[in-house]
C-alpha cells in the first residue's frame, strides 16, 4: 500500500516529468557563474519577485540566514515573531554565526505582528543598546495569509524607522494562490524575500533570496563560507525550473483538498459525538486539529501509520495537503483518523 504522508508539505516527492527535466538540465560549475540553468533561473525568480537579483540556496533556513548577515552587522538587532521559522526553528543560526540579536514579539491570531509593540522595541541611538536594524516576515505563517493591509502598514513601520524589511516567503506562492495577490504585491517593499521550492512546488531541494545587487553579492559571499557554494547545482534549478512551470497554479488543489479534509472531518467527529478533538477551519495547504488529550493524539497517530498514513502525533497536530495527497485519499484519511480515535 502506497503511504500517505500529511506530516508535511517537504515529503513531496519529484515526478518523472520533473526526474527527465532535471537529467536533460545543461550544467556547469556555478561557483565559476558557469552554470546556465542556474544563472537563468537566478534571473527568472528575481523578475518574479520584483528584485534585481536572486541566489539559488540549498534551504530555507540558509537563505533566510544570507539575508540576515548581509544585511545586519554583528551587534545589530533583526525584529521577528517569536513564532516565525527565522527566529525559532533555524538553530539561532543569525545570532550564532552573525552576532545578530534577535528581538521577539508574540505572533498574533492572524499571524502578524503588533506594530505598536513593535514600534516600542525598536531602539534609540545609545551605547546601552544593539542598533535596531531589520524587521522579519513570515507568509504564509502557520498556512495563514498575511492581510495585504498590514503588509502596507509593516512598509511604512520600516521607511519610518528606517529598518529593512525581509519576507520569509517559505509558502509565499500558496499565499499568491489562496489571495489572488500578485507576487509583485506581496513582495513589494521588502528589501530581501527567501521563497522555497522543496514544499509545496515539489522540488527535491533548493530556496532563492532575492533582493538588491549589493545584498546579494554579499549574499553569495557568506554562501560560499557557509558551504553552500554548489557546483553542478543547474540540475536543482532545473527542477525548480519544472516546478514554477507545473506547479504553482495546482497549488489551489491542495487547498480545495485542505478544506475538503477539515469539512469530512468535522463532520465524522459530530456524527462520531467525539467532542475531545476540534478541527479548525483549513488555511492554504494546512489544517489544524487541537486534541485535548495528547496521548490520544499519539494513538490515533500510531493507529494511522500502521494503515500507511503518517501524521504527527502533537496533540496539536498539523495535517498538509500537498501534491502526492489526491482528493481520492480524503475518505480514506478521515475513517482513519476516527477509527484511531475511538480505538476501533
Ligand atoms: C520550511 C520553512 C523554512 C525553511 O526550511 P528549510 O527546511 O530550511 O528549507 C523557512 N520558513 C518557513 C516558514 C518554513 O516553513
Known amino acids: 500500500m502506497k503511504t500517505i504522508d500529511l506530516r508535511s508539505d517537504t515529503v513531496t516527492l519529484p515526478s518523472a516529468a520533473m526526474r527527465e527535466y532535471m537529467a536533460n538540465a545543461n550544467v556547469g560549475d556555478d561557483v565559476y557563474g558557469e552554470d546556465e540553468t542556474v544563472n537563468a533561473l537566478e534571473a527568472r525568480v528575481a523578475r518574479m519577485l520584483n528584485k534585481e537579483s536572486a541566489l539559488l540556496c540549498t534551504s530555507g533556513t540558509q537563505s533566510n540566514l544570507l539575508a540576515l548577515l548581509s544585511q545586519c552587522q554583528r551587534g545589530e538587532e533583526y525584529l521577528v515573531g517569536e513564532e516565525y521559522h527565522t527566529y525559532r526553528y533555524e538553530a ?69 524607522h528606517g529598518l529593512k524589511l525581509h519576507l520569509d516567503g517559505a509558502r509565499l506562492f500558496n499565499a499568491h494562490i489562496a489571495s489572488g495577490a500578485s507576487l509583485e504585491t506581496l513582495t513589494d517593499g521588502f528589501d530581501s524575500v527567501s521563497v522555497c521550492f522543496s514544499k509545496g512546488l515539489g522540488a527535491p531541494i533548493g530556496s532563492v533570496l532575492a533582493a538588491d545587487r549589493e545584498t546579494i553579492a554579499k549574499a553569495r559571499r557568506w554562501r560560499k563560507m ?96 500537498h501534491l502526492n495527497v489526491t482528493s481520492a485519499y480524503i475518505d480514506l484519511i478521515v475513517e482513519e483518523f476516527i477509527r484511531g480515535i475511538i480505538g476501533d
Open 92 to 160: 539561532g543560526g543569525a545570532a550564532v554565526l552573525g552576532g545578530i540579536v534577535p528581538q521577539t514579539v508574540a505572533v498574533q491570531a492572524d499571524g502578524t505582528l503588533d506594530l505598536e509593540v513593535l514600534a516600542k522595541k525598536v531602539k534609540p541611538n545609545d551605547p546601552h543598546f544593539p542598533v535596531t536594524r531589520l524587521l522579519a516576515l513570515e507568509n504564509t505563517h502557520t498556512g495563514k495569509v498575511m492581510p495585504t493591509k498590514f503588509l502596507d502598514a509593516a512598509r511604512d513601520f520600516t521607511q519610518h
Open 226 to 321: 557557509l558551504g553552500g557554494g554548489m557546483r553542478q547545482a543547474g540540475f536543482v534549478a532545473a527542477a525548480i525550473d519544472y516546478a514554477i512551470d507545473h506547479h504553482i497554479q495546482r497549488l489551489q488543489v491542495d487547498h480545495d483538498n485542505a478544506v475538503l479534509l477539515a469539512t469530512k472531518l468535522k463532520a465524522q467527529l459530530v456524527a462520531h459525538g467525539i467532542e475531545q478533538v476540534q478541527v479548525e477551519p483549513a488555511v492554504t495547504n494546512m489544517v489544524y486539529v487541537q486534541f485535548t488529550d495528547p496521548v490520544l493524539a499519539q494513538k490515533t497517530a500510531a493507529h494511522c501509520r500502521q494503515k500507511g498514513i503518517m501524521l504527527s502525533s502533537a496533540a496539536r497536530m498539523r495535517l498538509v495537503t
